[in-house]
């Protein structure tokens, strides 16, 4: 029997290679994951520094309205507290100050129309316009009617638009509290800021008090010198001399007077009454030009002078009016006023 022959050892199966292009797909899919998650990571990050970019505008825009409340809040102090309780204030220096707070209202109107305001907060801005633009016009009306409201001509009128003009800063209390406070803050709230809520604002106080003209005209009547005061007594002012340059001016006759430069127009007021009179106002009319300068104060029996620059000053002959201002009580008025013909050369 014949050997078989022995079995030739076999080849080893070779591993199946996976096809060239399952790899390139296989490395592309892997490539645009990675691209898609940095893509992803890098939205995220813009997002993050834009919400907080947003978070904080909205934070800044609260603090600068914050700011301009407070300050709104120290300018009421200021009027309501001078009108309850003028002091020894002048009529001259009571109107200087609420000139101040008008002054000091505008610009509060101003830098809220400033404001840089982000998109959320659009609807509060435009009614916090509207709140600032309220209390702006009405301490505008205030102010242009309180030197007539304290003088002695026209004060019931004035009185009465003073308080109304009361009326329209409670109705800015009512659109702040009622509408722009809460949307400030609403707005704050939904955008995850808890820390920066605006405060209250109300520039009328004590209510409805201040919309009473009698309430007004009370309060005004205590200023110093205020034609609604107490004028017990005796009062009265003299028109007693009016020079120019050392010249003694006459009223019955032409005075010719030698100017060099500006001229000006010494007036001697004397108060003829018992009290000390305030807030004299002292007017020369030059060529229909009226000129006018304040005495400030006058005791009772005592002699002021005001001086008043002539600007221009006339040339040739010219008539000059002067005219002292009567006080609240004064009875005689006749001696208040004179009428001059100056040669001016």
């Known amino acids: ?22 790899q390139i797909l296989l490395r592309r899919g892997l490539a645009l994951a990675g691209g898609l ?3 992803i990571l890098i939205v995220l990050g813009v997002k993050g520094c834009l919400d907080a970019r947003a978070k904080r505008a909205l934070s800044d825009y609260a603090r600068n309205v914050t700011q301009i409340v407070d300050e709104t809040e120290q300018t009421s102090k200021s009027f309501f507290g001078k009108l309850a309780d003028p002091g020894s204030l002048s009529v001259t220096e009571f109107v200087d100050q609420v000139e101040a707070d008008r ?8 830098r809220v129309d400033g404001l840089s305001t982000p998109g959320d907060m659009s609807d509060a801005q435009d009614s916090l316009k509207l ?10 009306r205030i102010a242009d009617k309180m030197s007539t409201a304290l003088g002695d001509v026209g004060s019931e009128k004035a009185i009465a638009v003073i308080a109304k003009q009361m009326q329209t800063l409670m109705g800015s209390d009512v659109v702040y509290a009622e509408v722009t406070r809460p949307e400030i803050d609403t707005t704050l709230t939904d955008n995850g800021i808890g820390d920066s809520d605006v405060p209250a604002s109300v520039f009328l106080p004590e209510g409805t008090k201040w919309l009473d003209e009698a309430t007004v005209a009370a309060a ?9 005061a107490e004028t017990s007594g005796v009062h009265g002012l003299g028109l007693i001399g009016t020079s120019i340059g050392g010249t003694e001016l006459a009223a019955e006759a032409t005075t010719g007077v030698v100017t060099e430069g500006a001229a000006e127009v010494e007036v001697q007021v004397q108060n003829q009454g018992e009290s000390t009179e305030n807030g ?22 005592e002699t002021a002078t005001v001086s008043i620059p002539l600007t ?31 040669s001016f050369e």
């Open 1 to 22: 029997m014949e050997d078989s022959p022995a079995p030739r050892p076999g080849r080893r199966p070779r591993p199946r290679r996976r096809p060239e292009r399952q």
């Open 37 to 39: 998650l940095l893509i």
């Open 103 to 110: 002054s000091a209202m505008d610009n509060y109107a101003s």
């Open 131 to 140: 709140v600032y633009e309220l209390r702006a016009k009405a301490m505008d």
């Open 220 to 228: 005004l009547g205590s200023v110093s010198g205020a034609a609604s």
């Open 280 to 301: 004299i106002t002292v007017s020369v009319t030059v060529n229909g030009n009226t000129l006018t300068d304040t005495l400030e104060t006058i005791a009772a029996g």
């Open 312 to 342: 221009p000053t006339p040339k040739g002959e010219a008539t000059l009016e002067v005219d002292v201002a009567t006080v609240p009580g004064e009875q005689v008025s006749e001696n208040n006023k004179a009428t001059y013909t100056v």
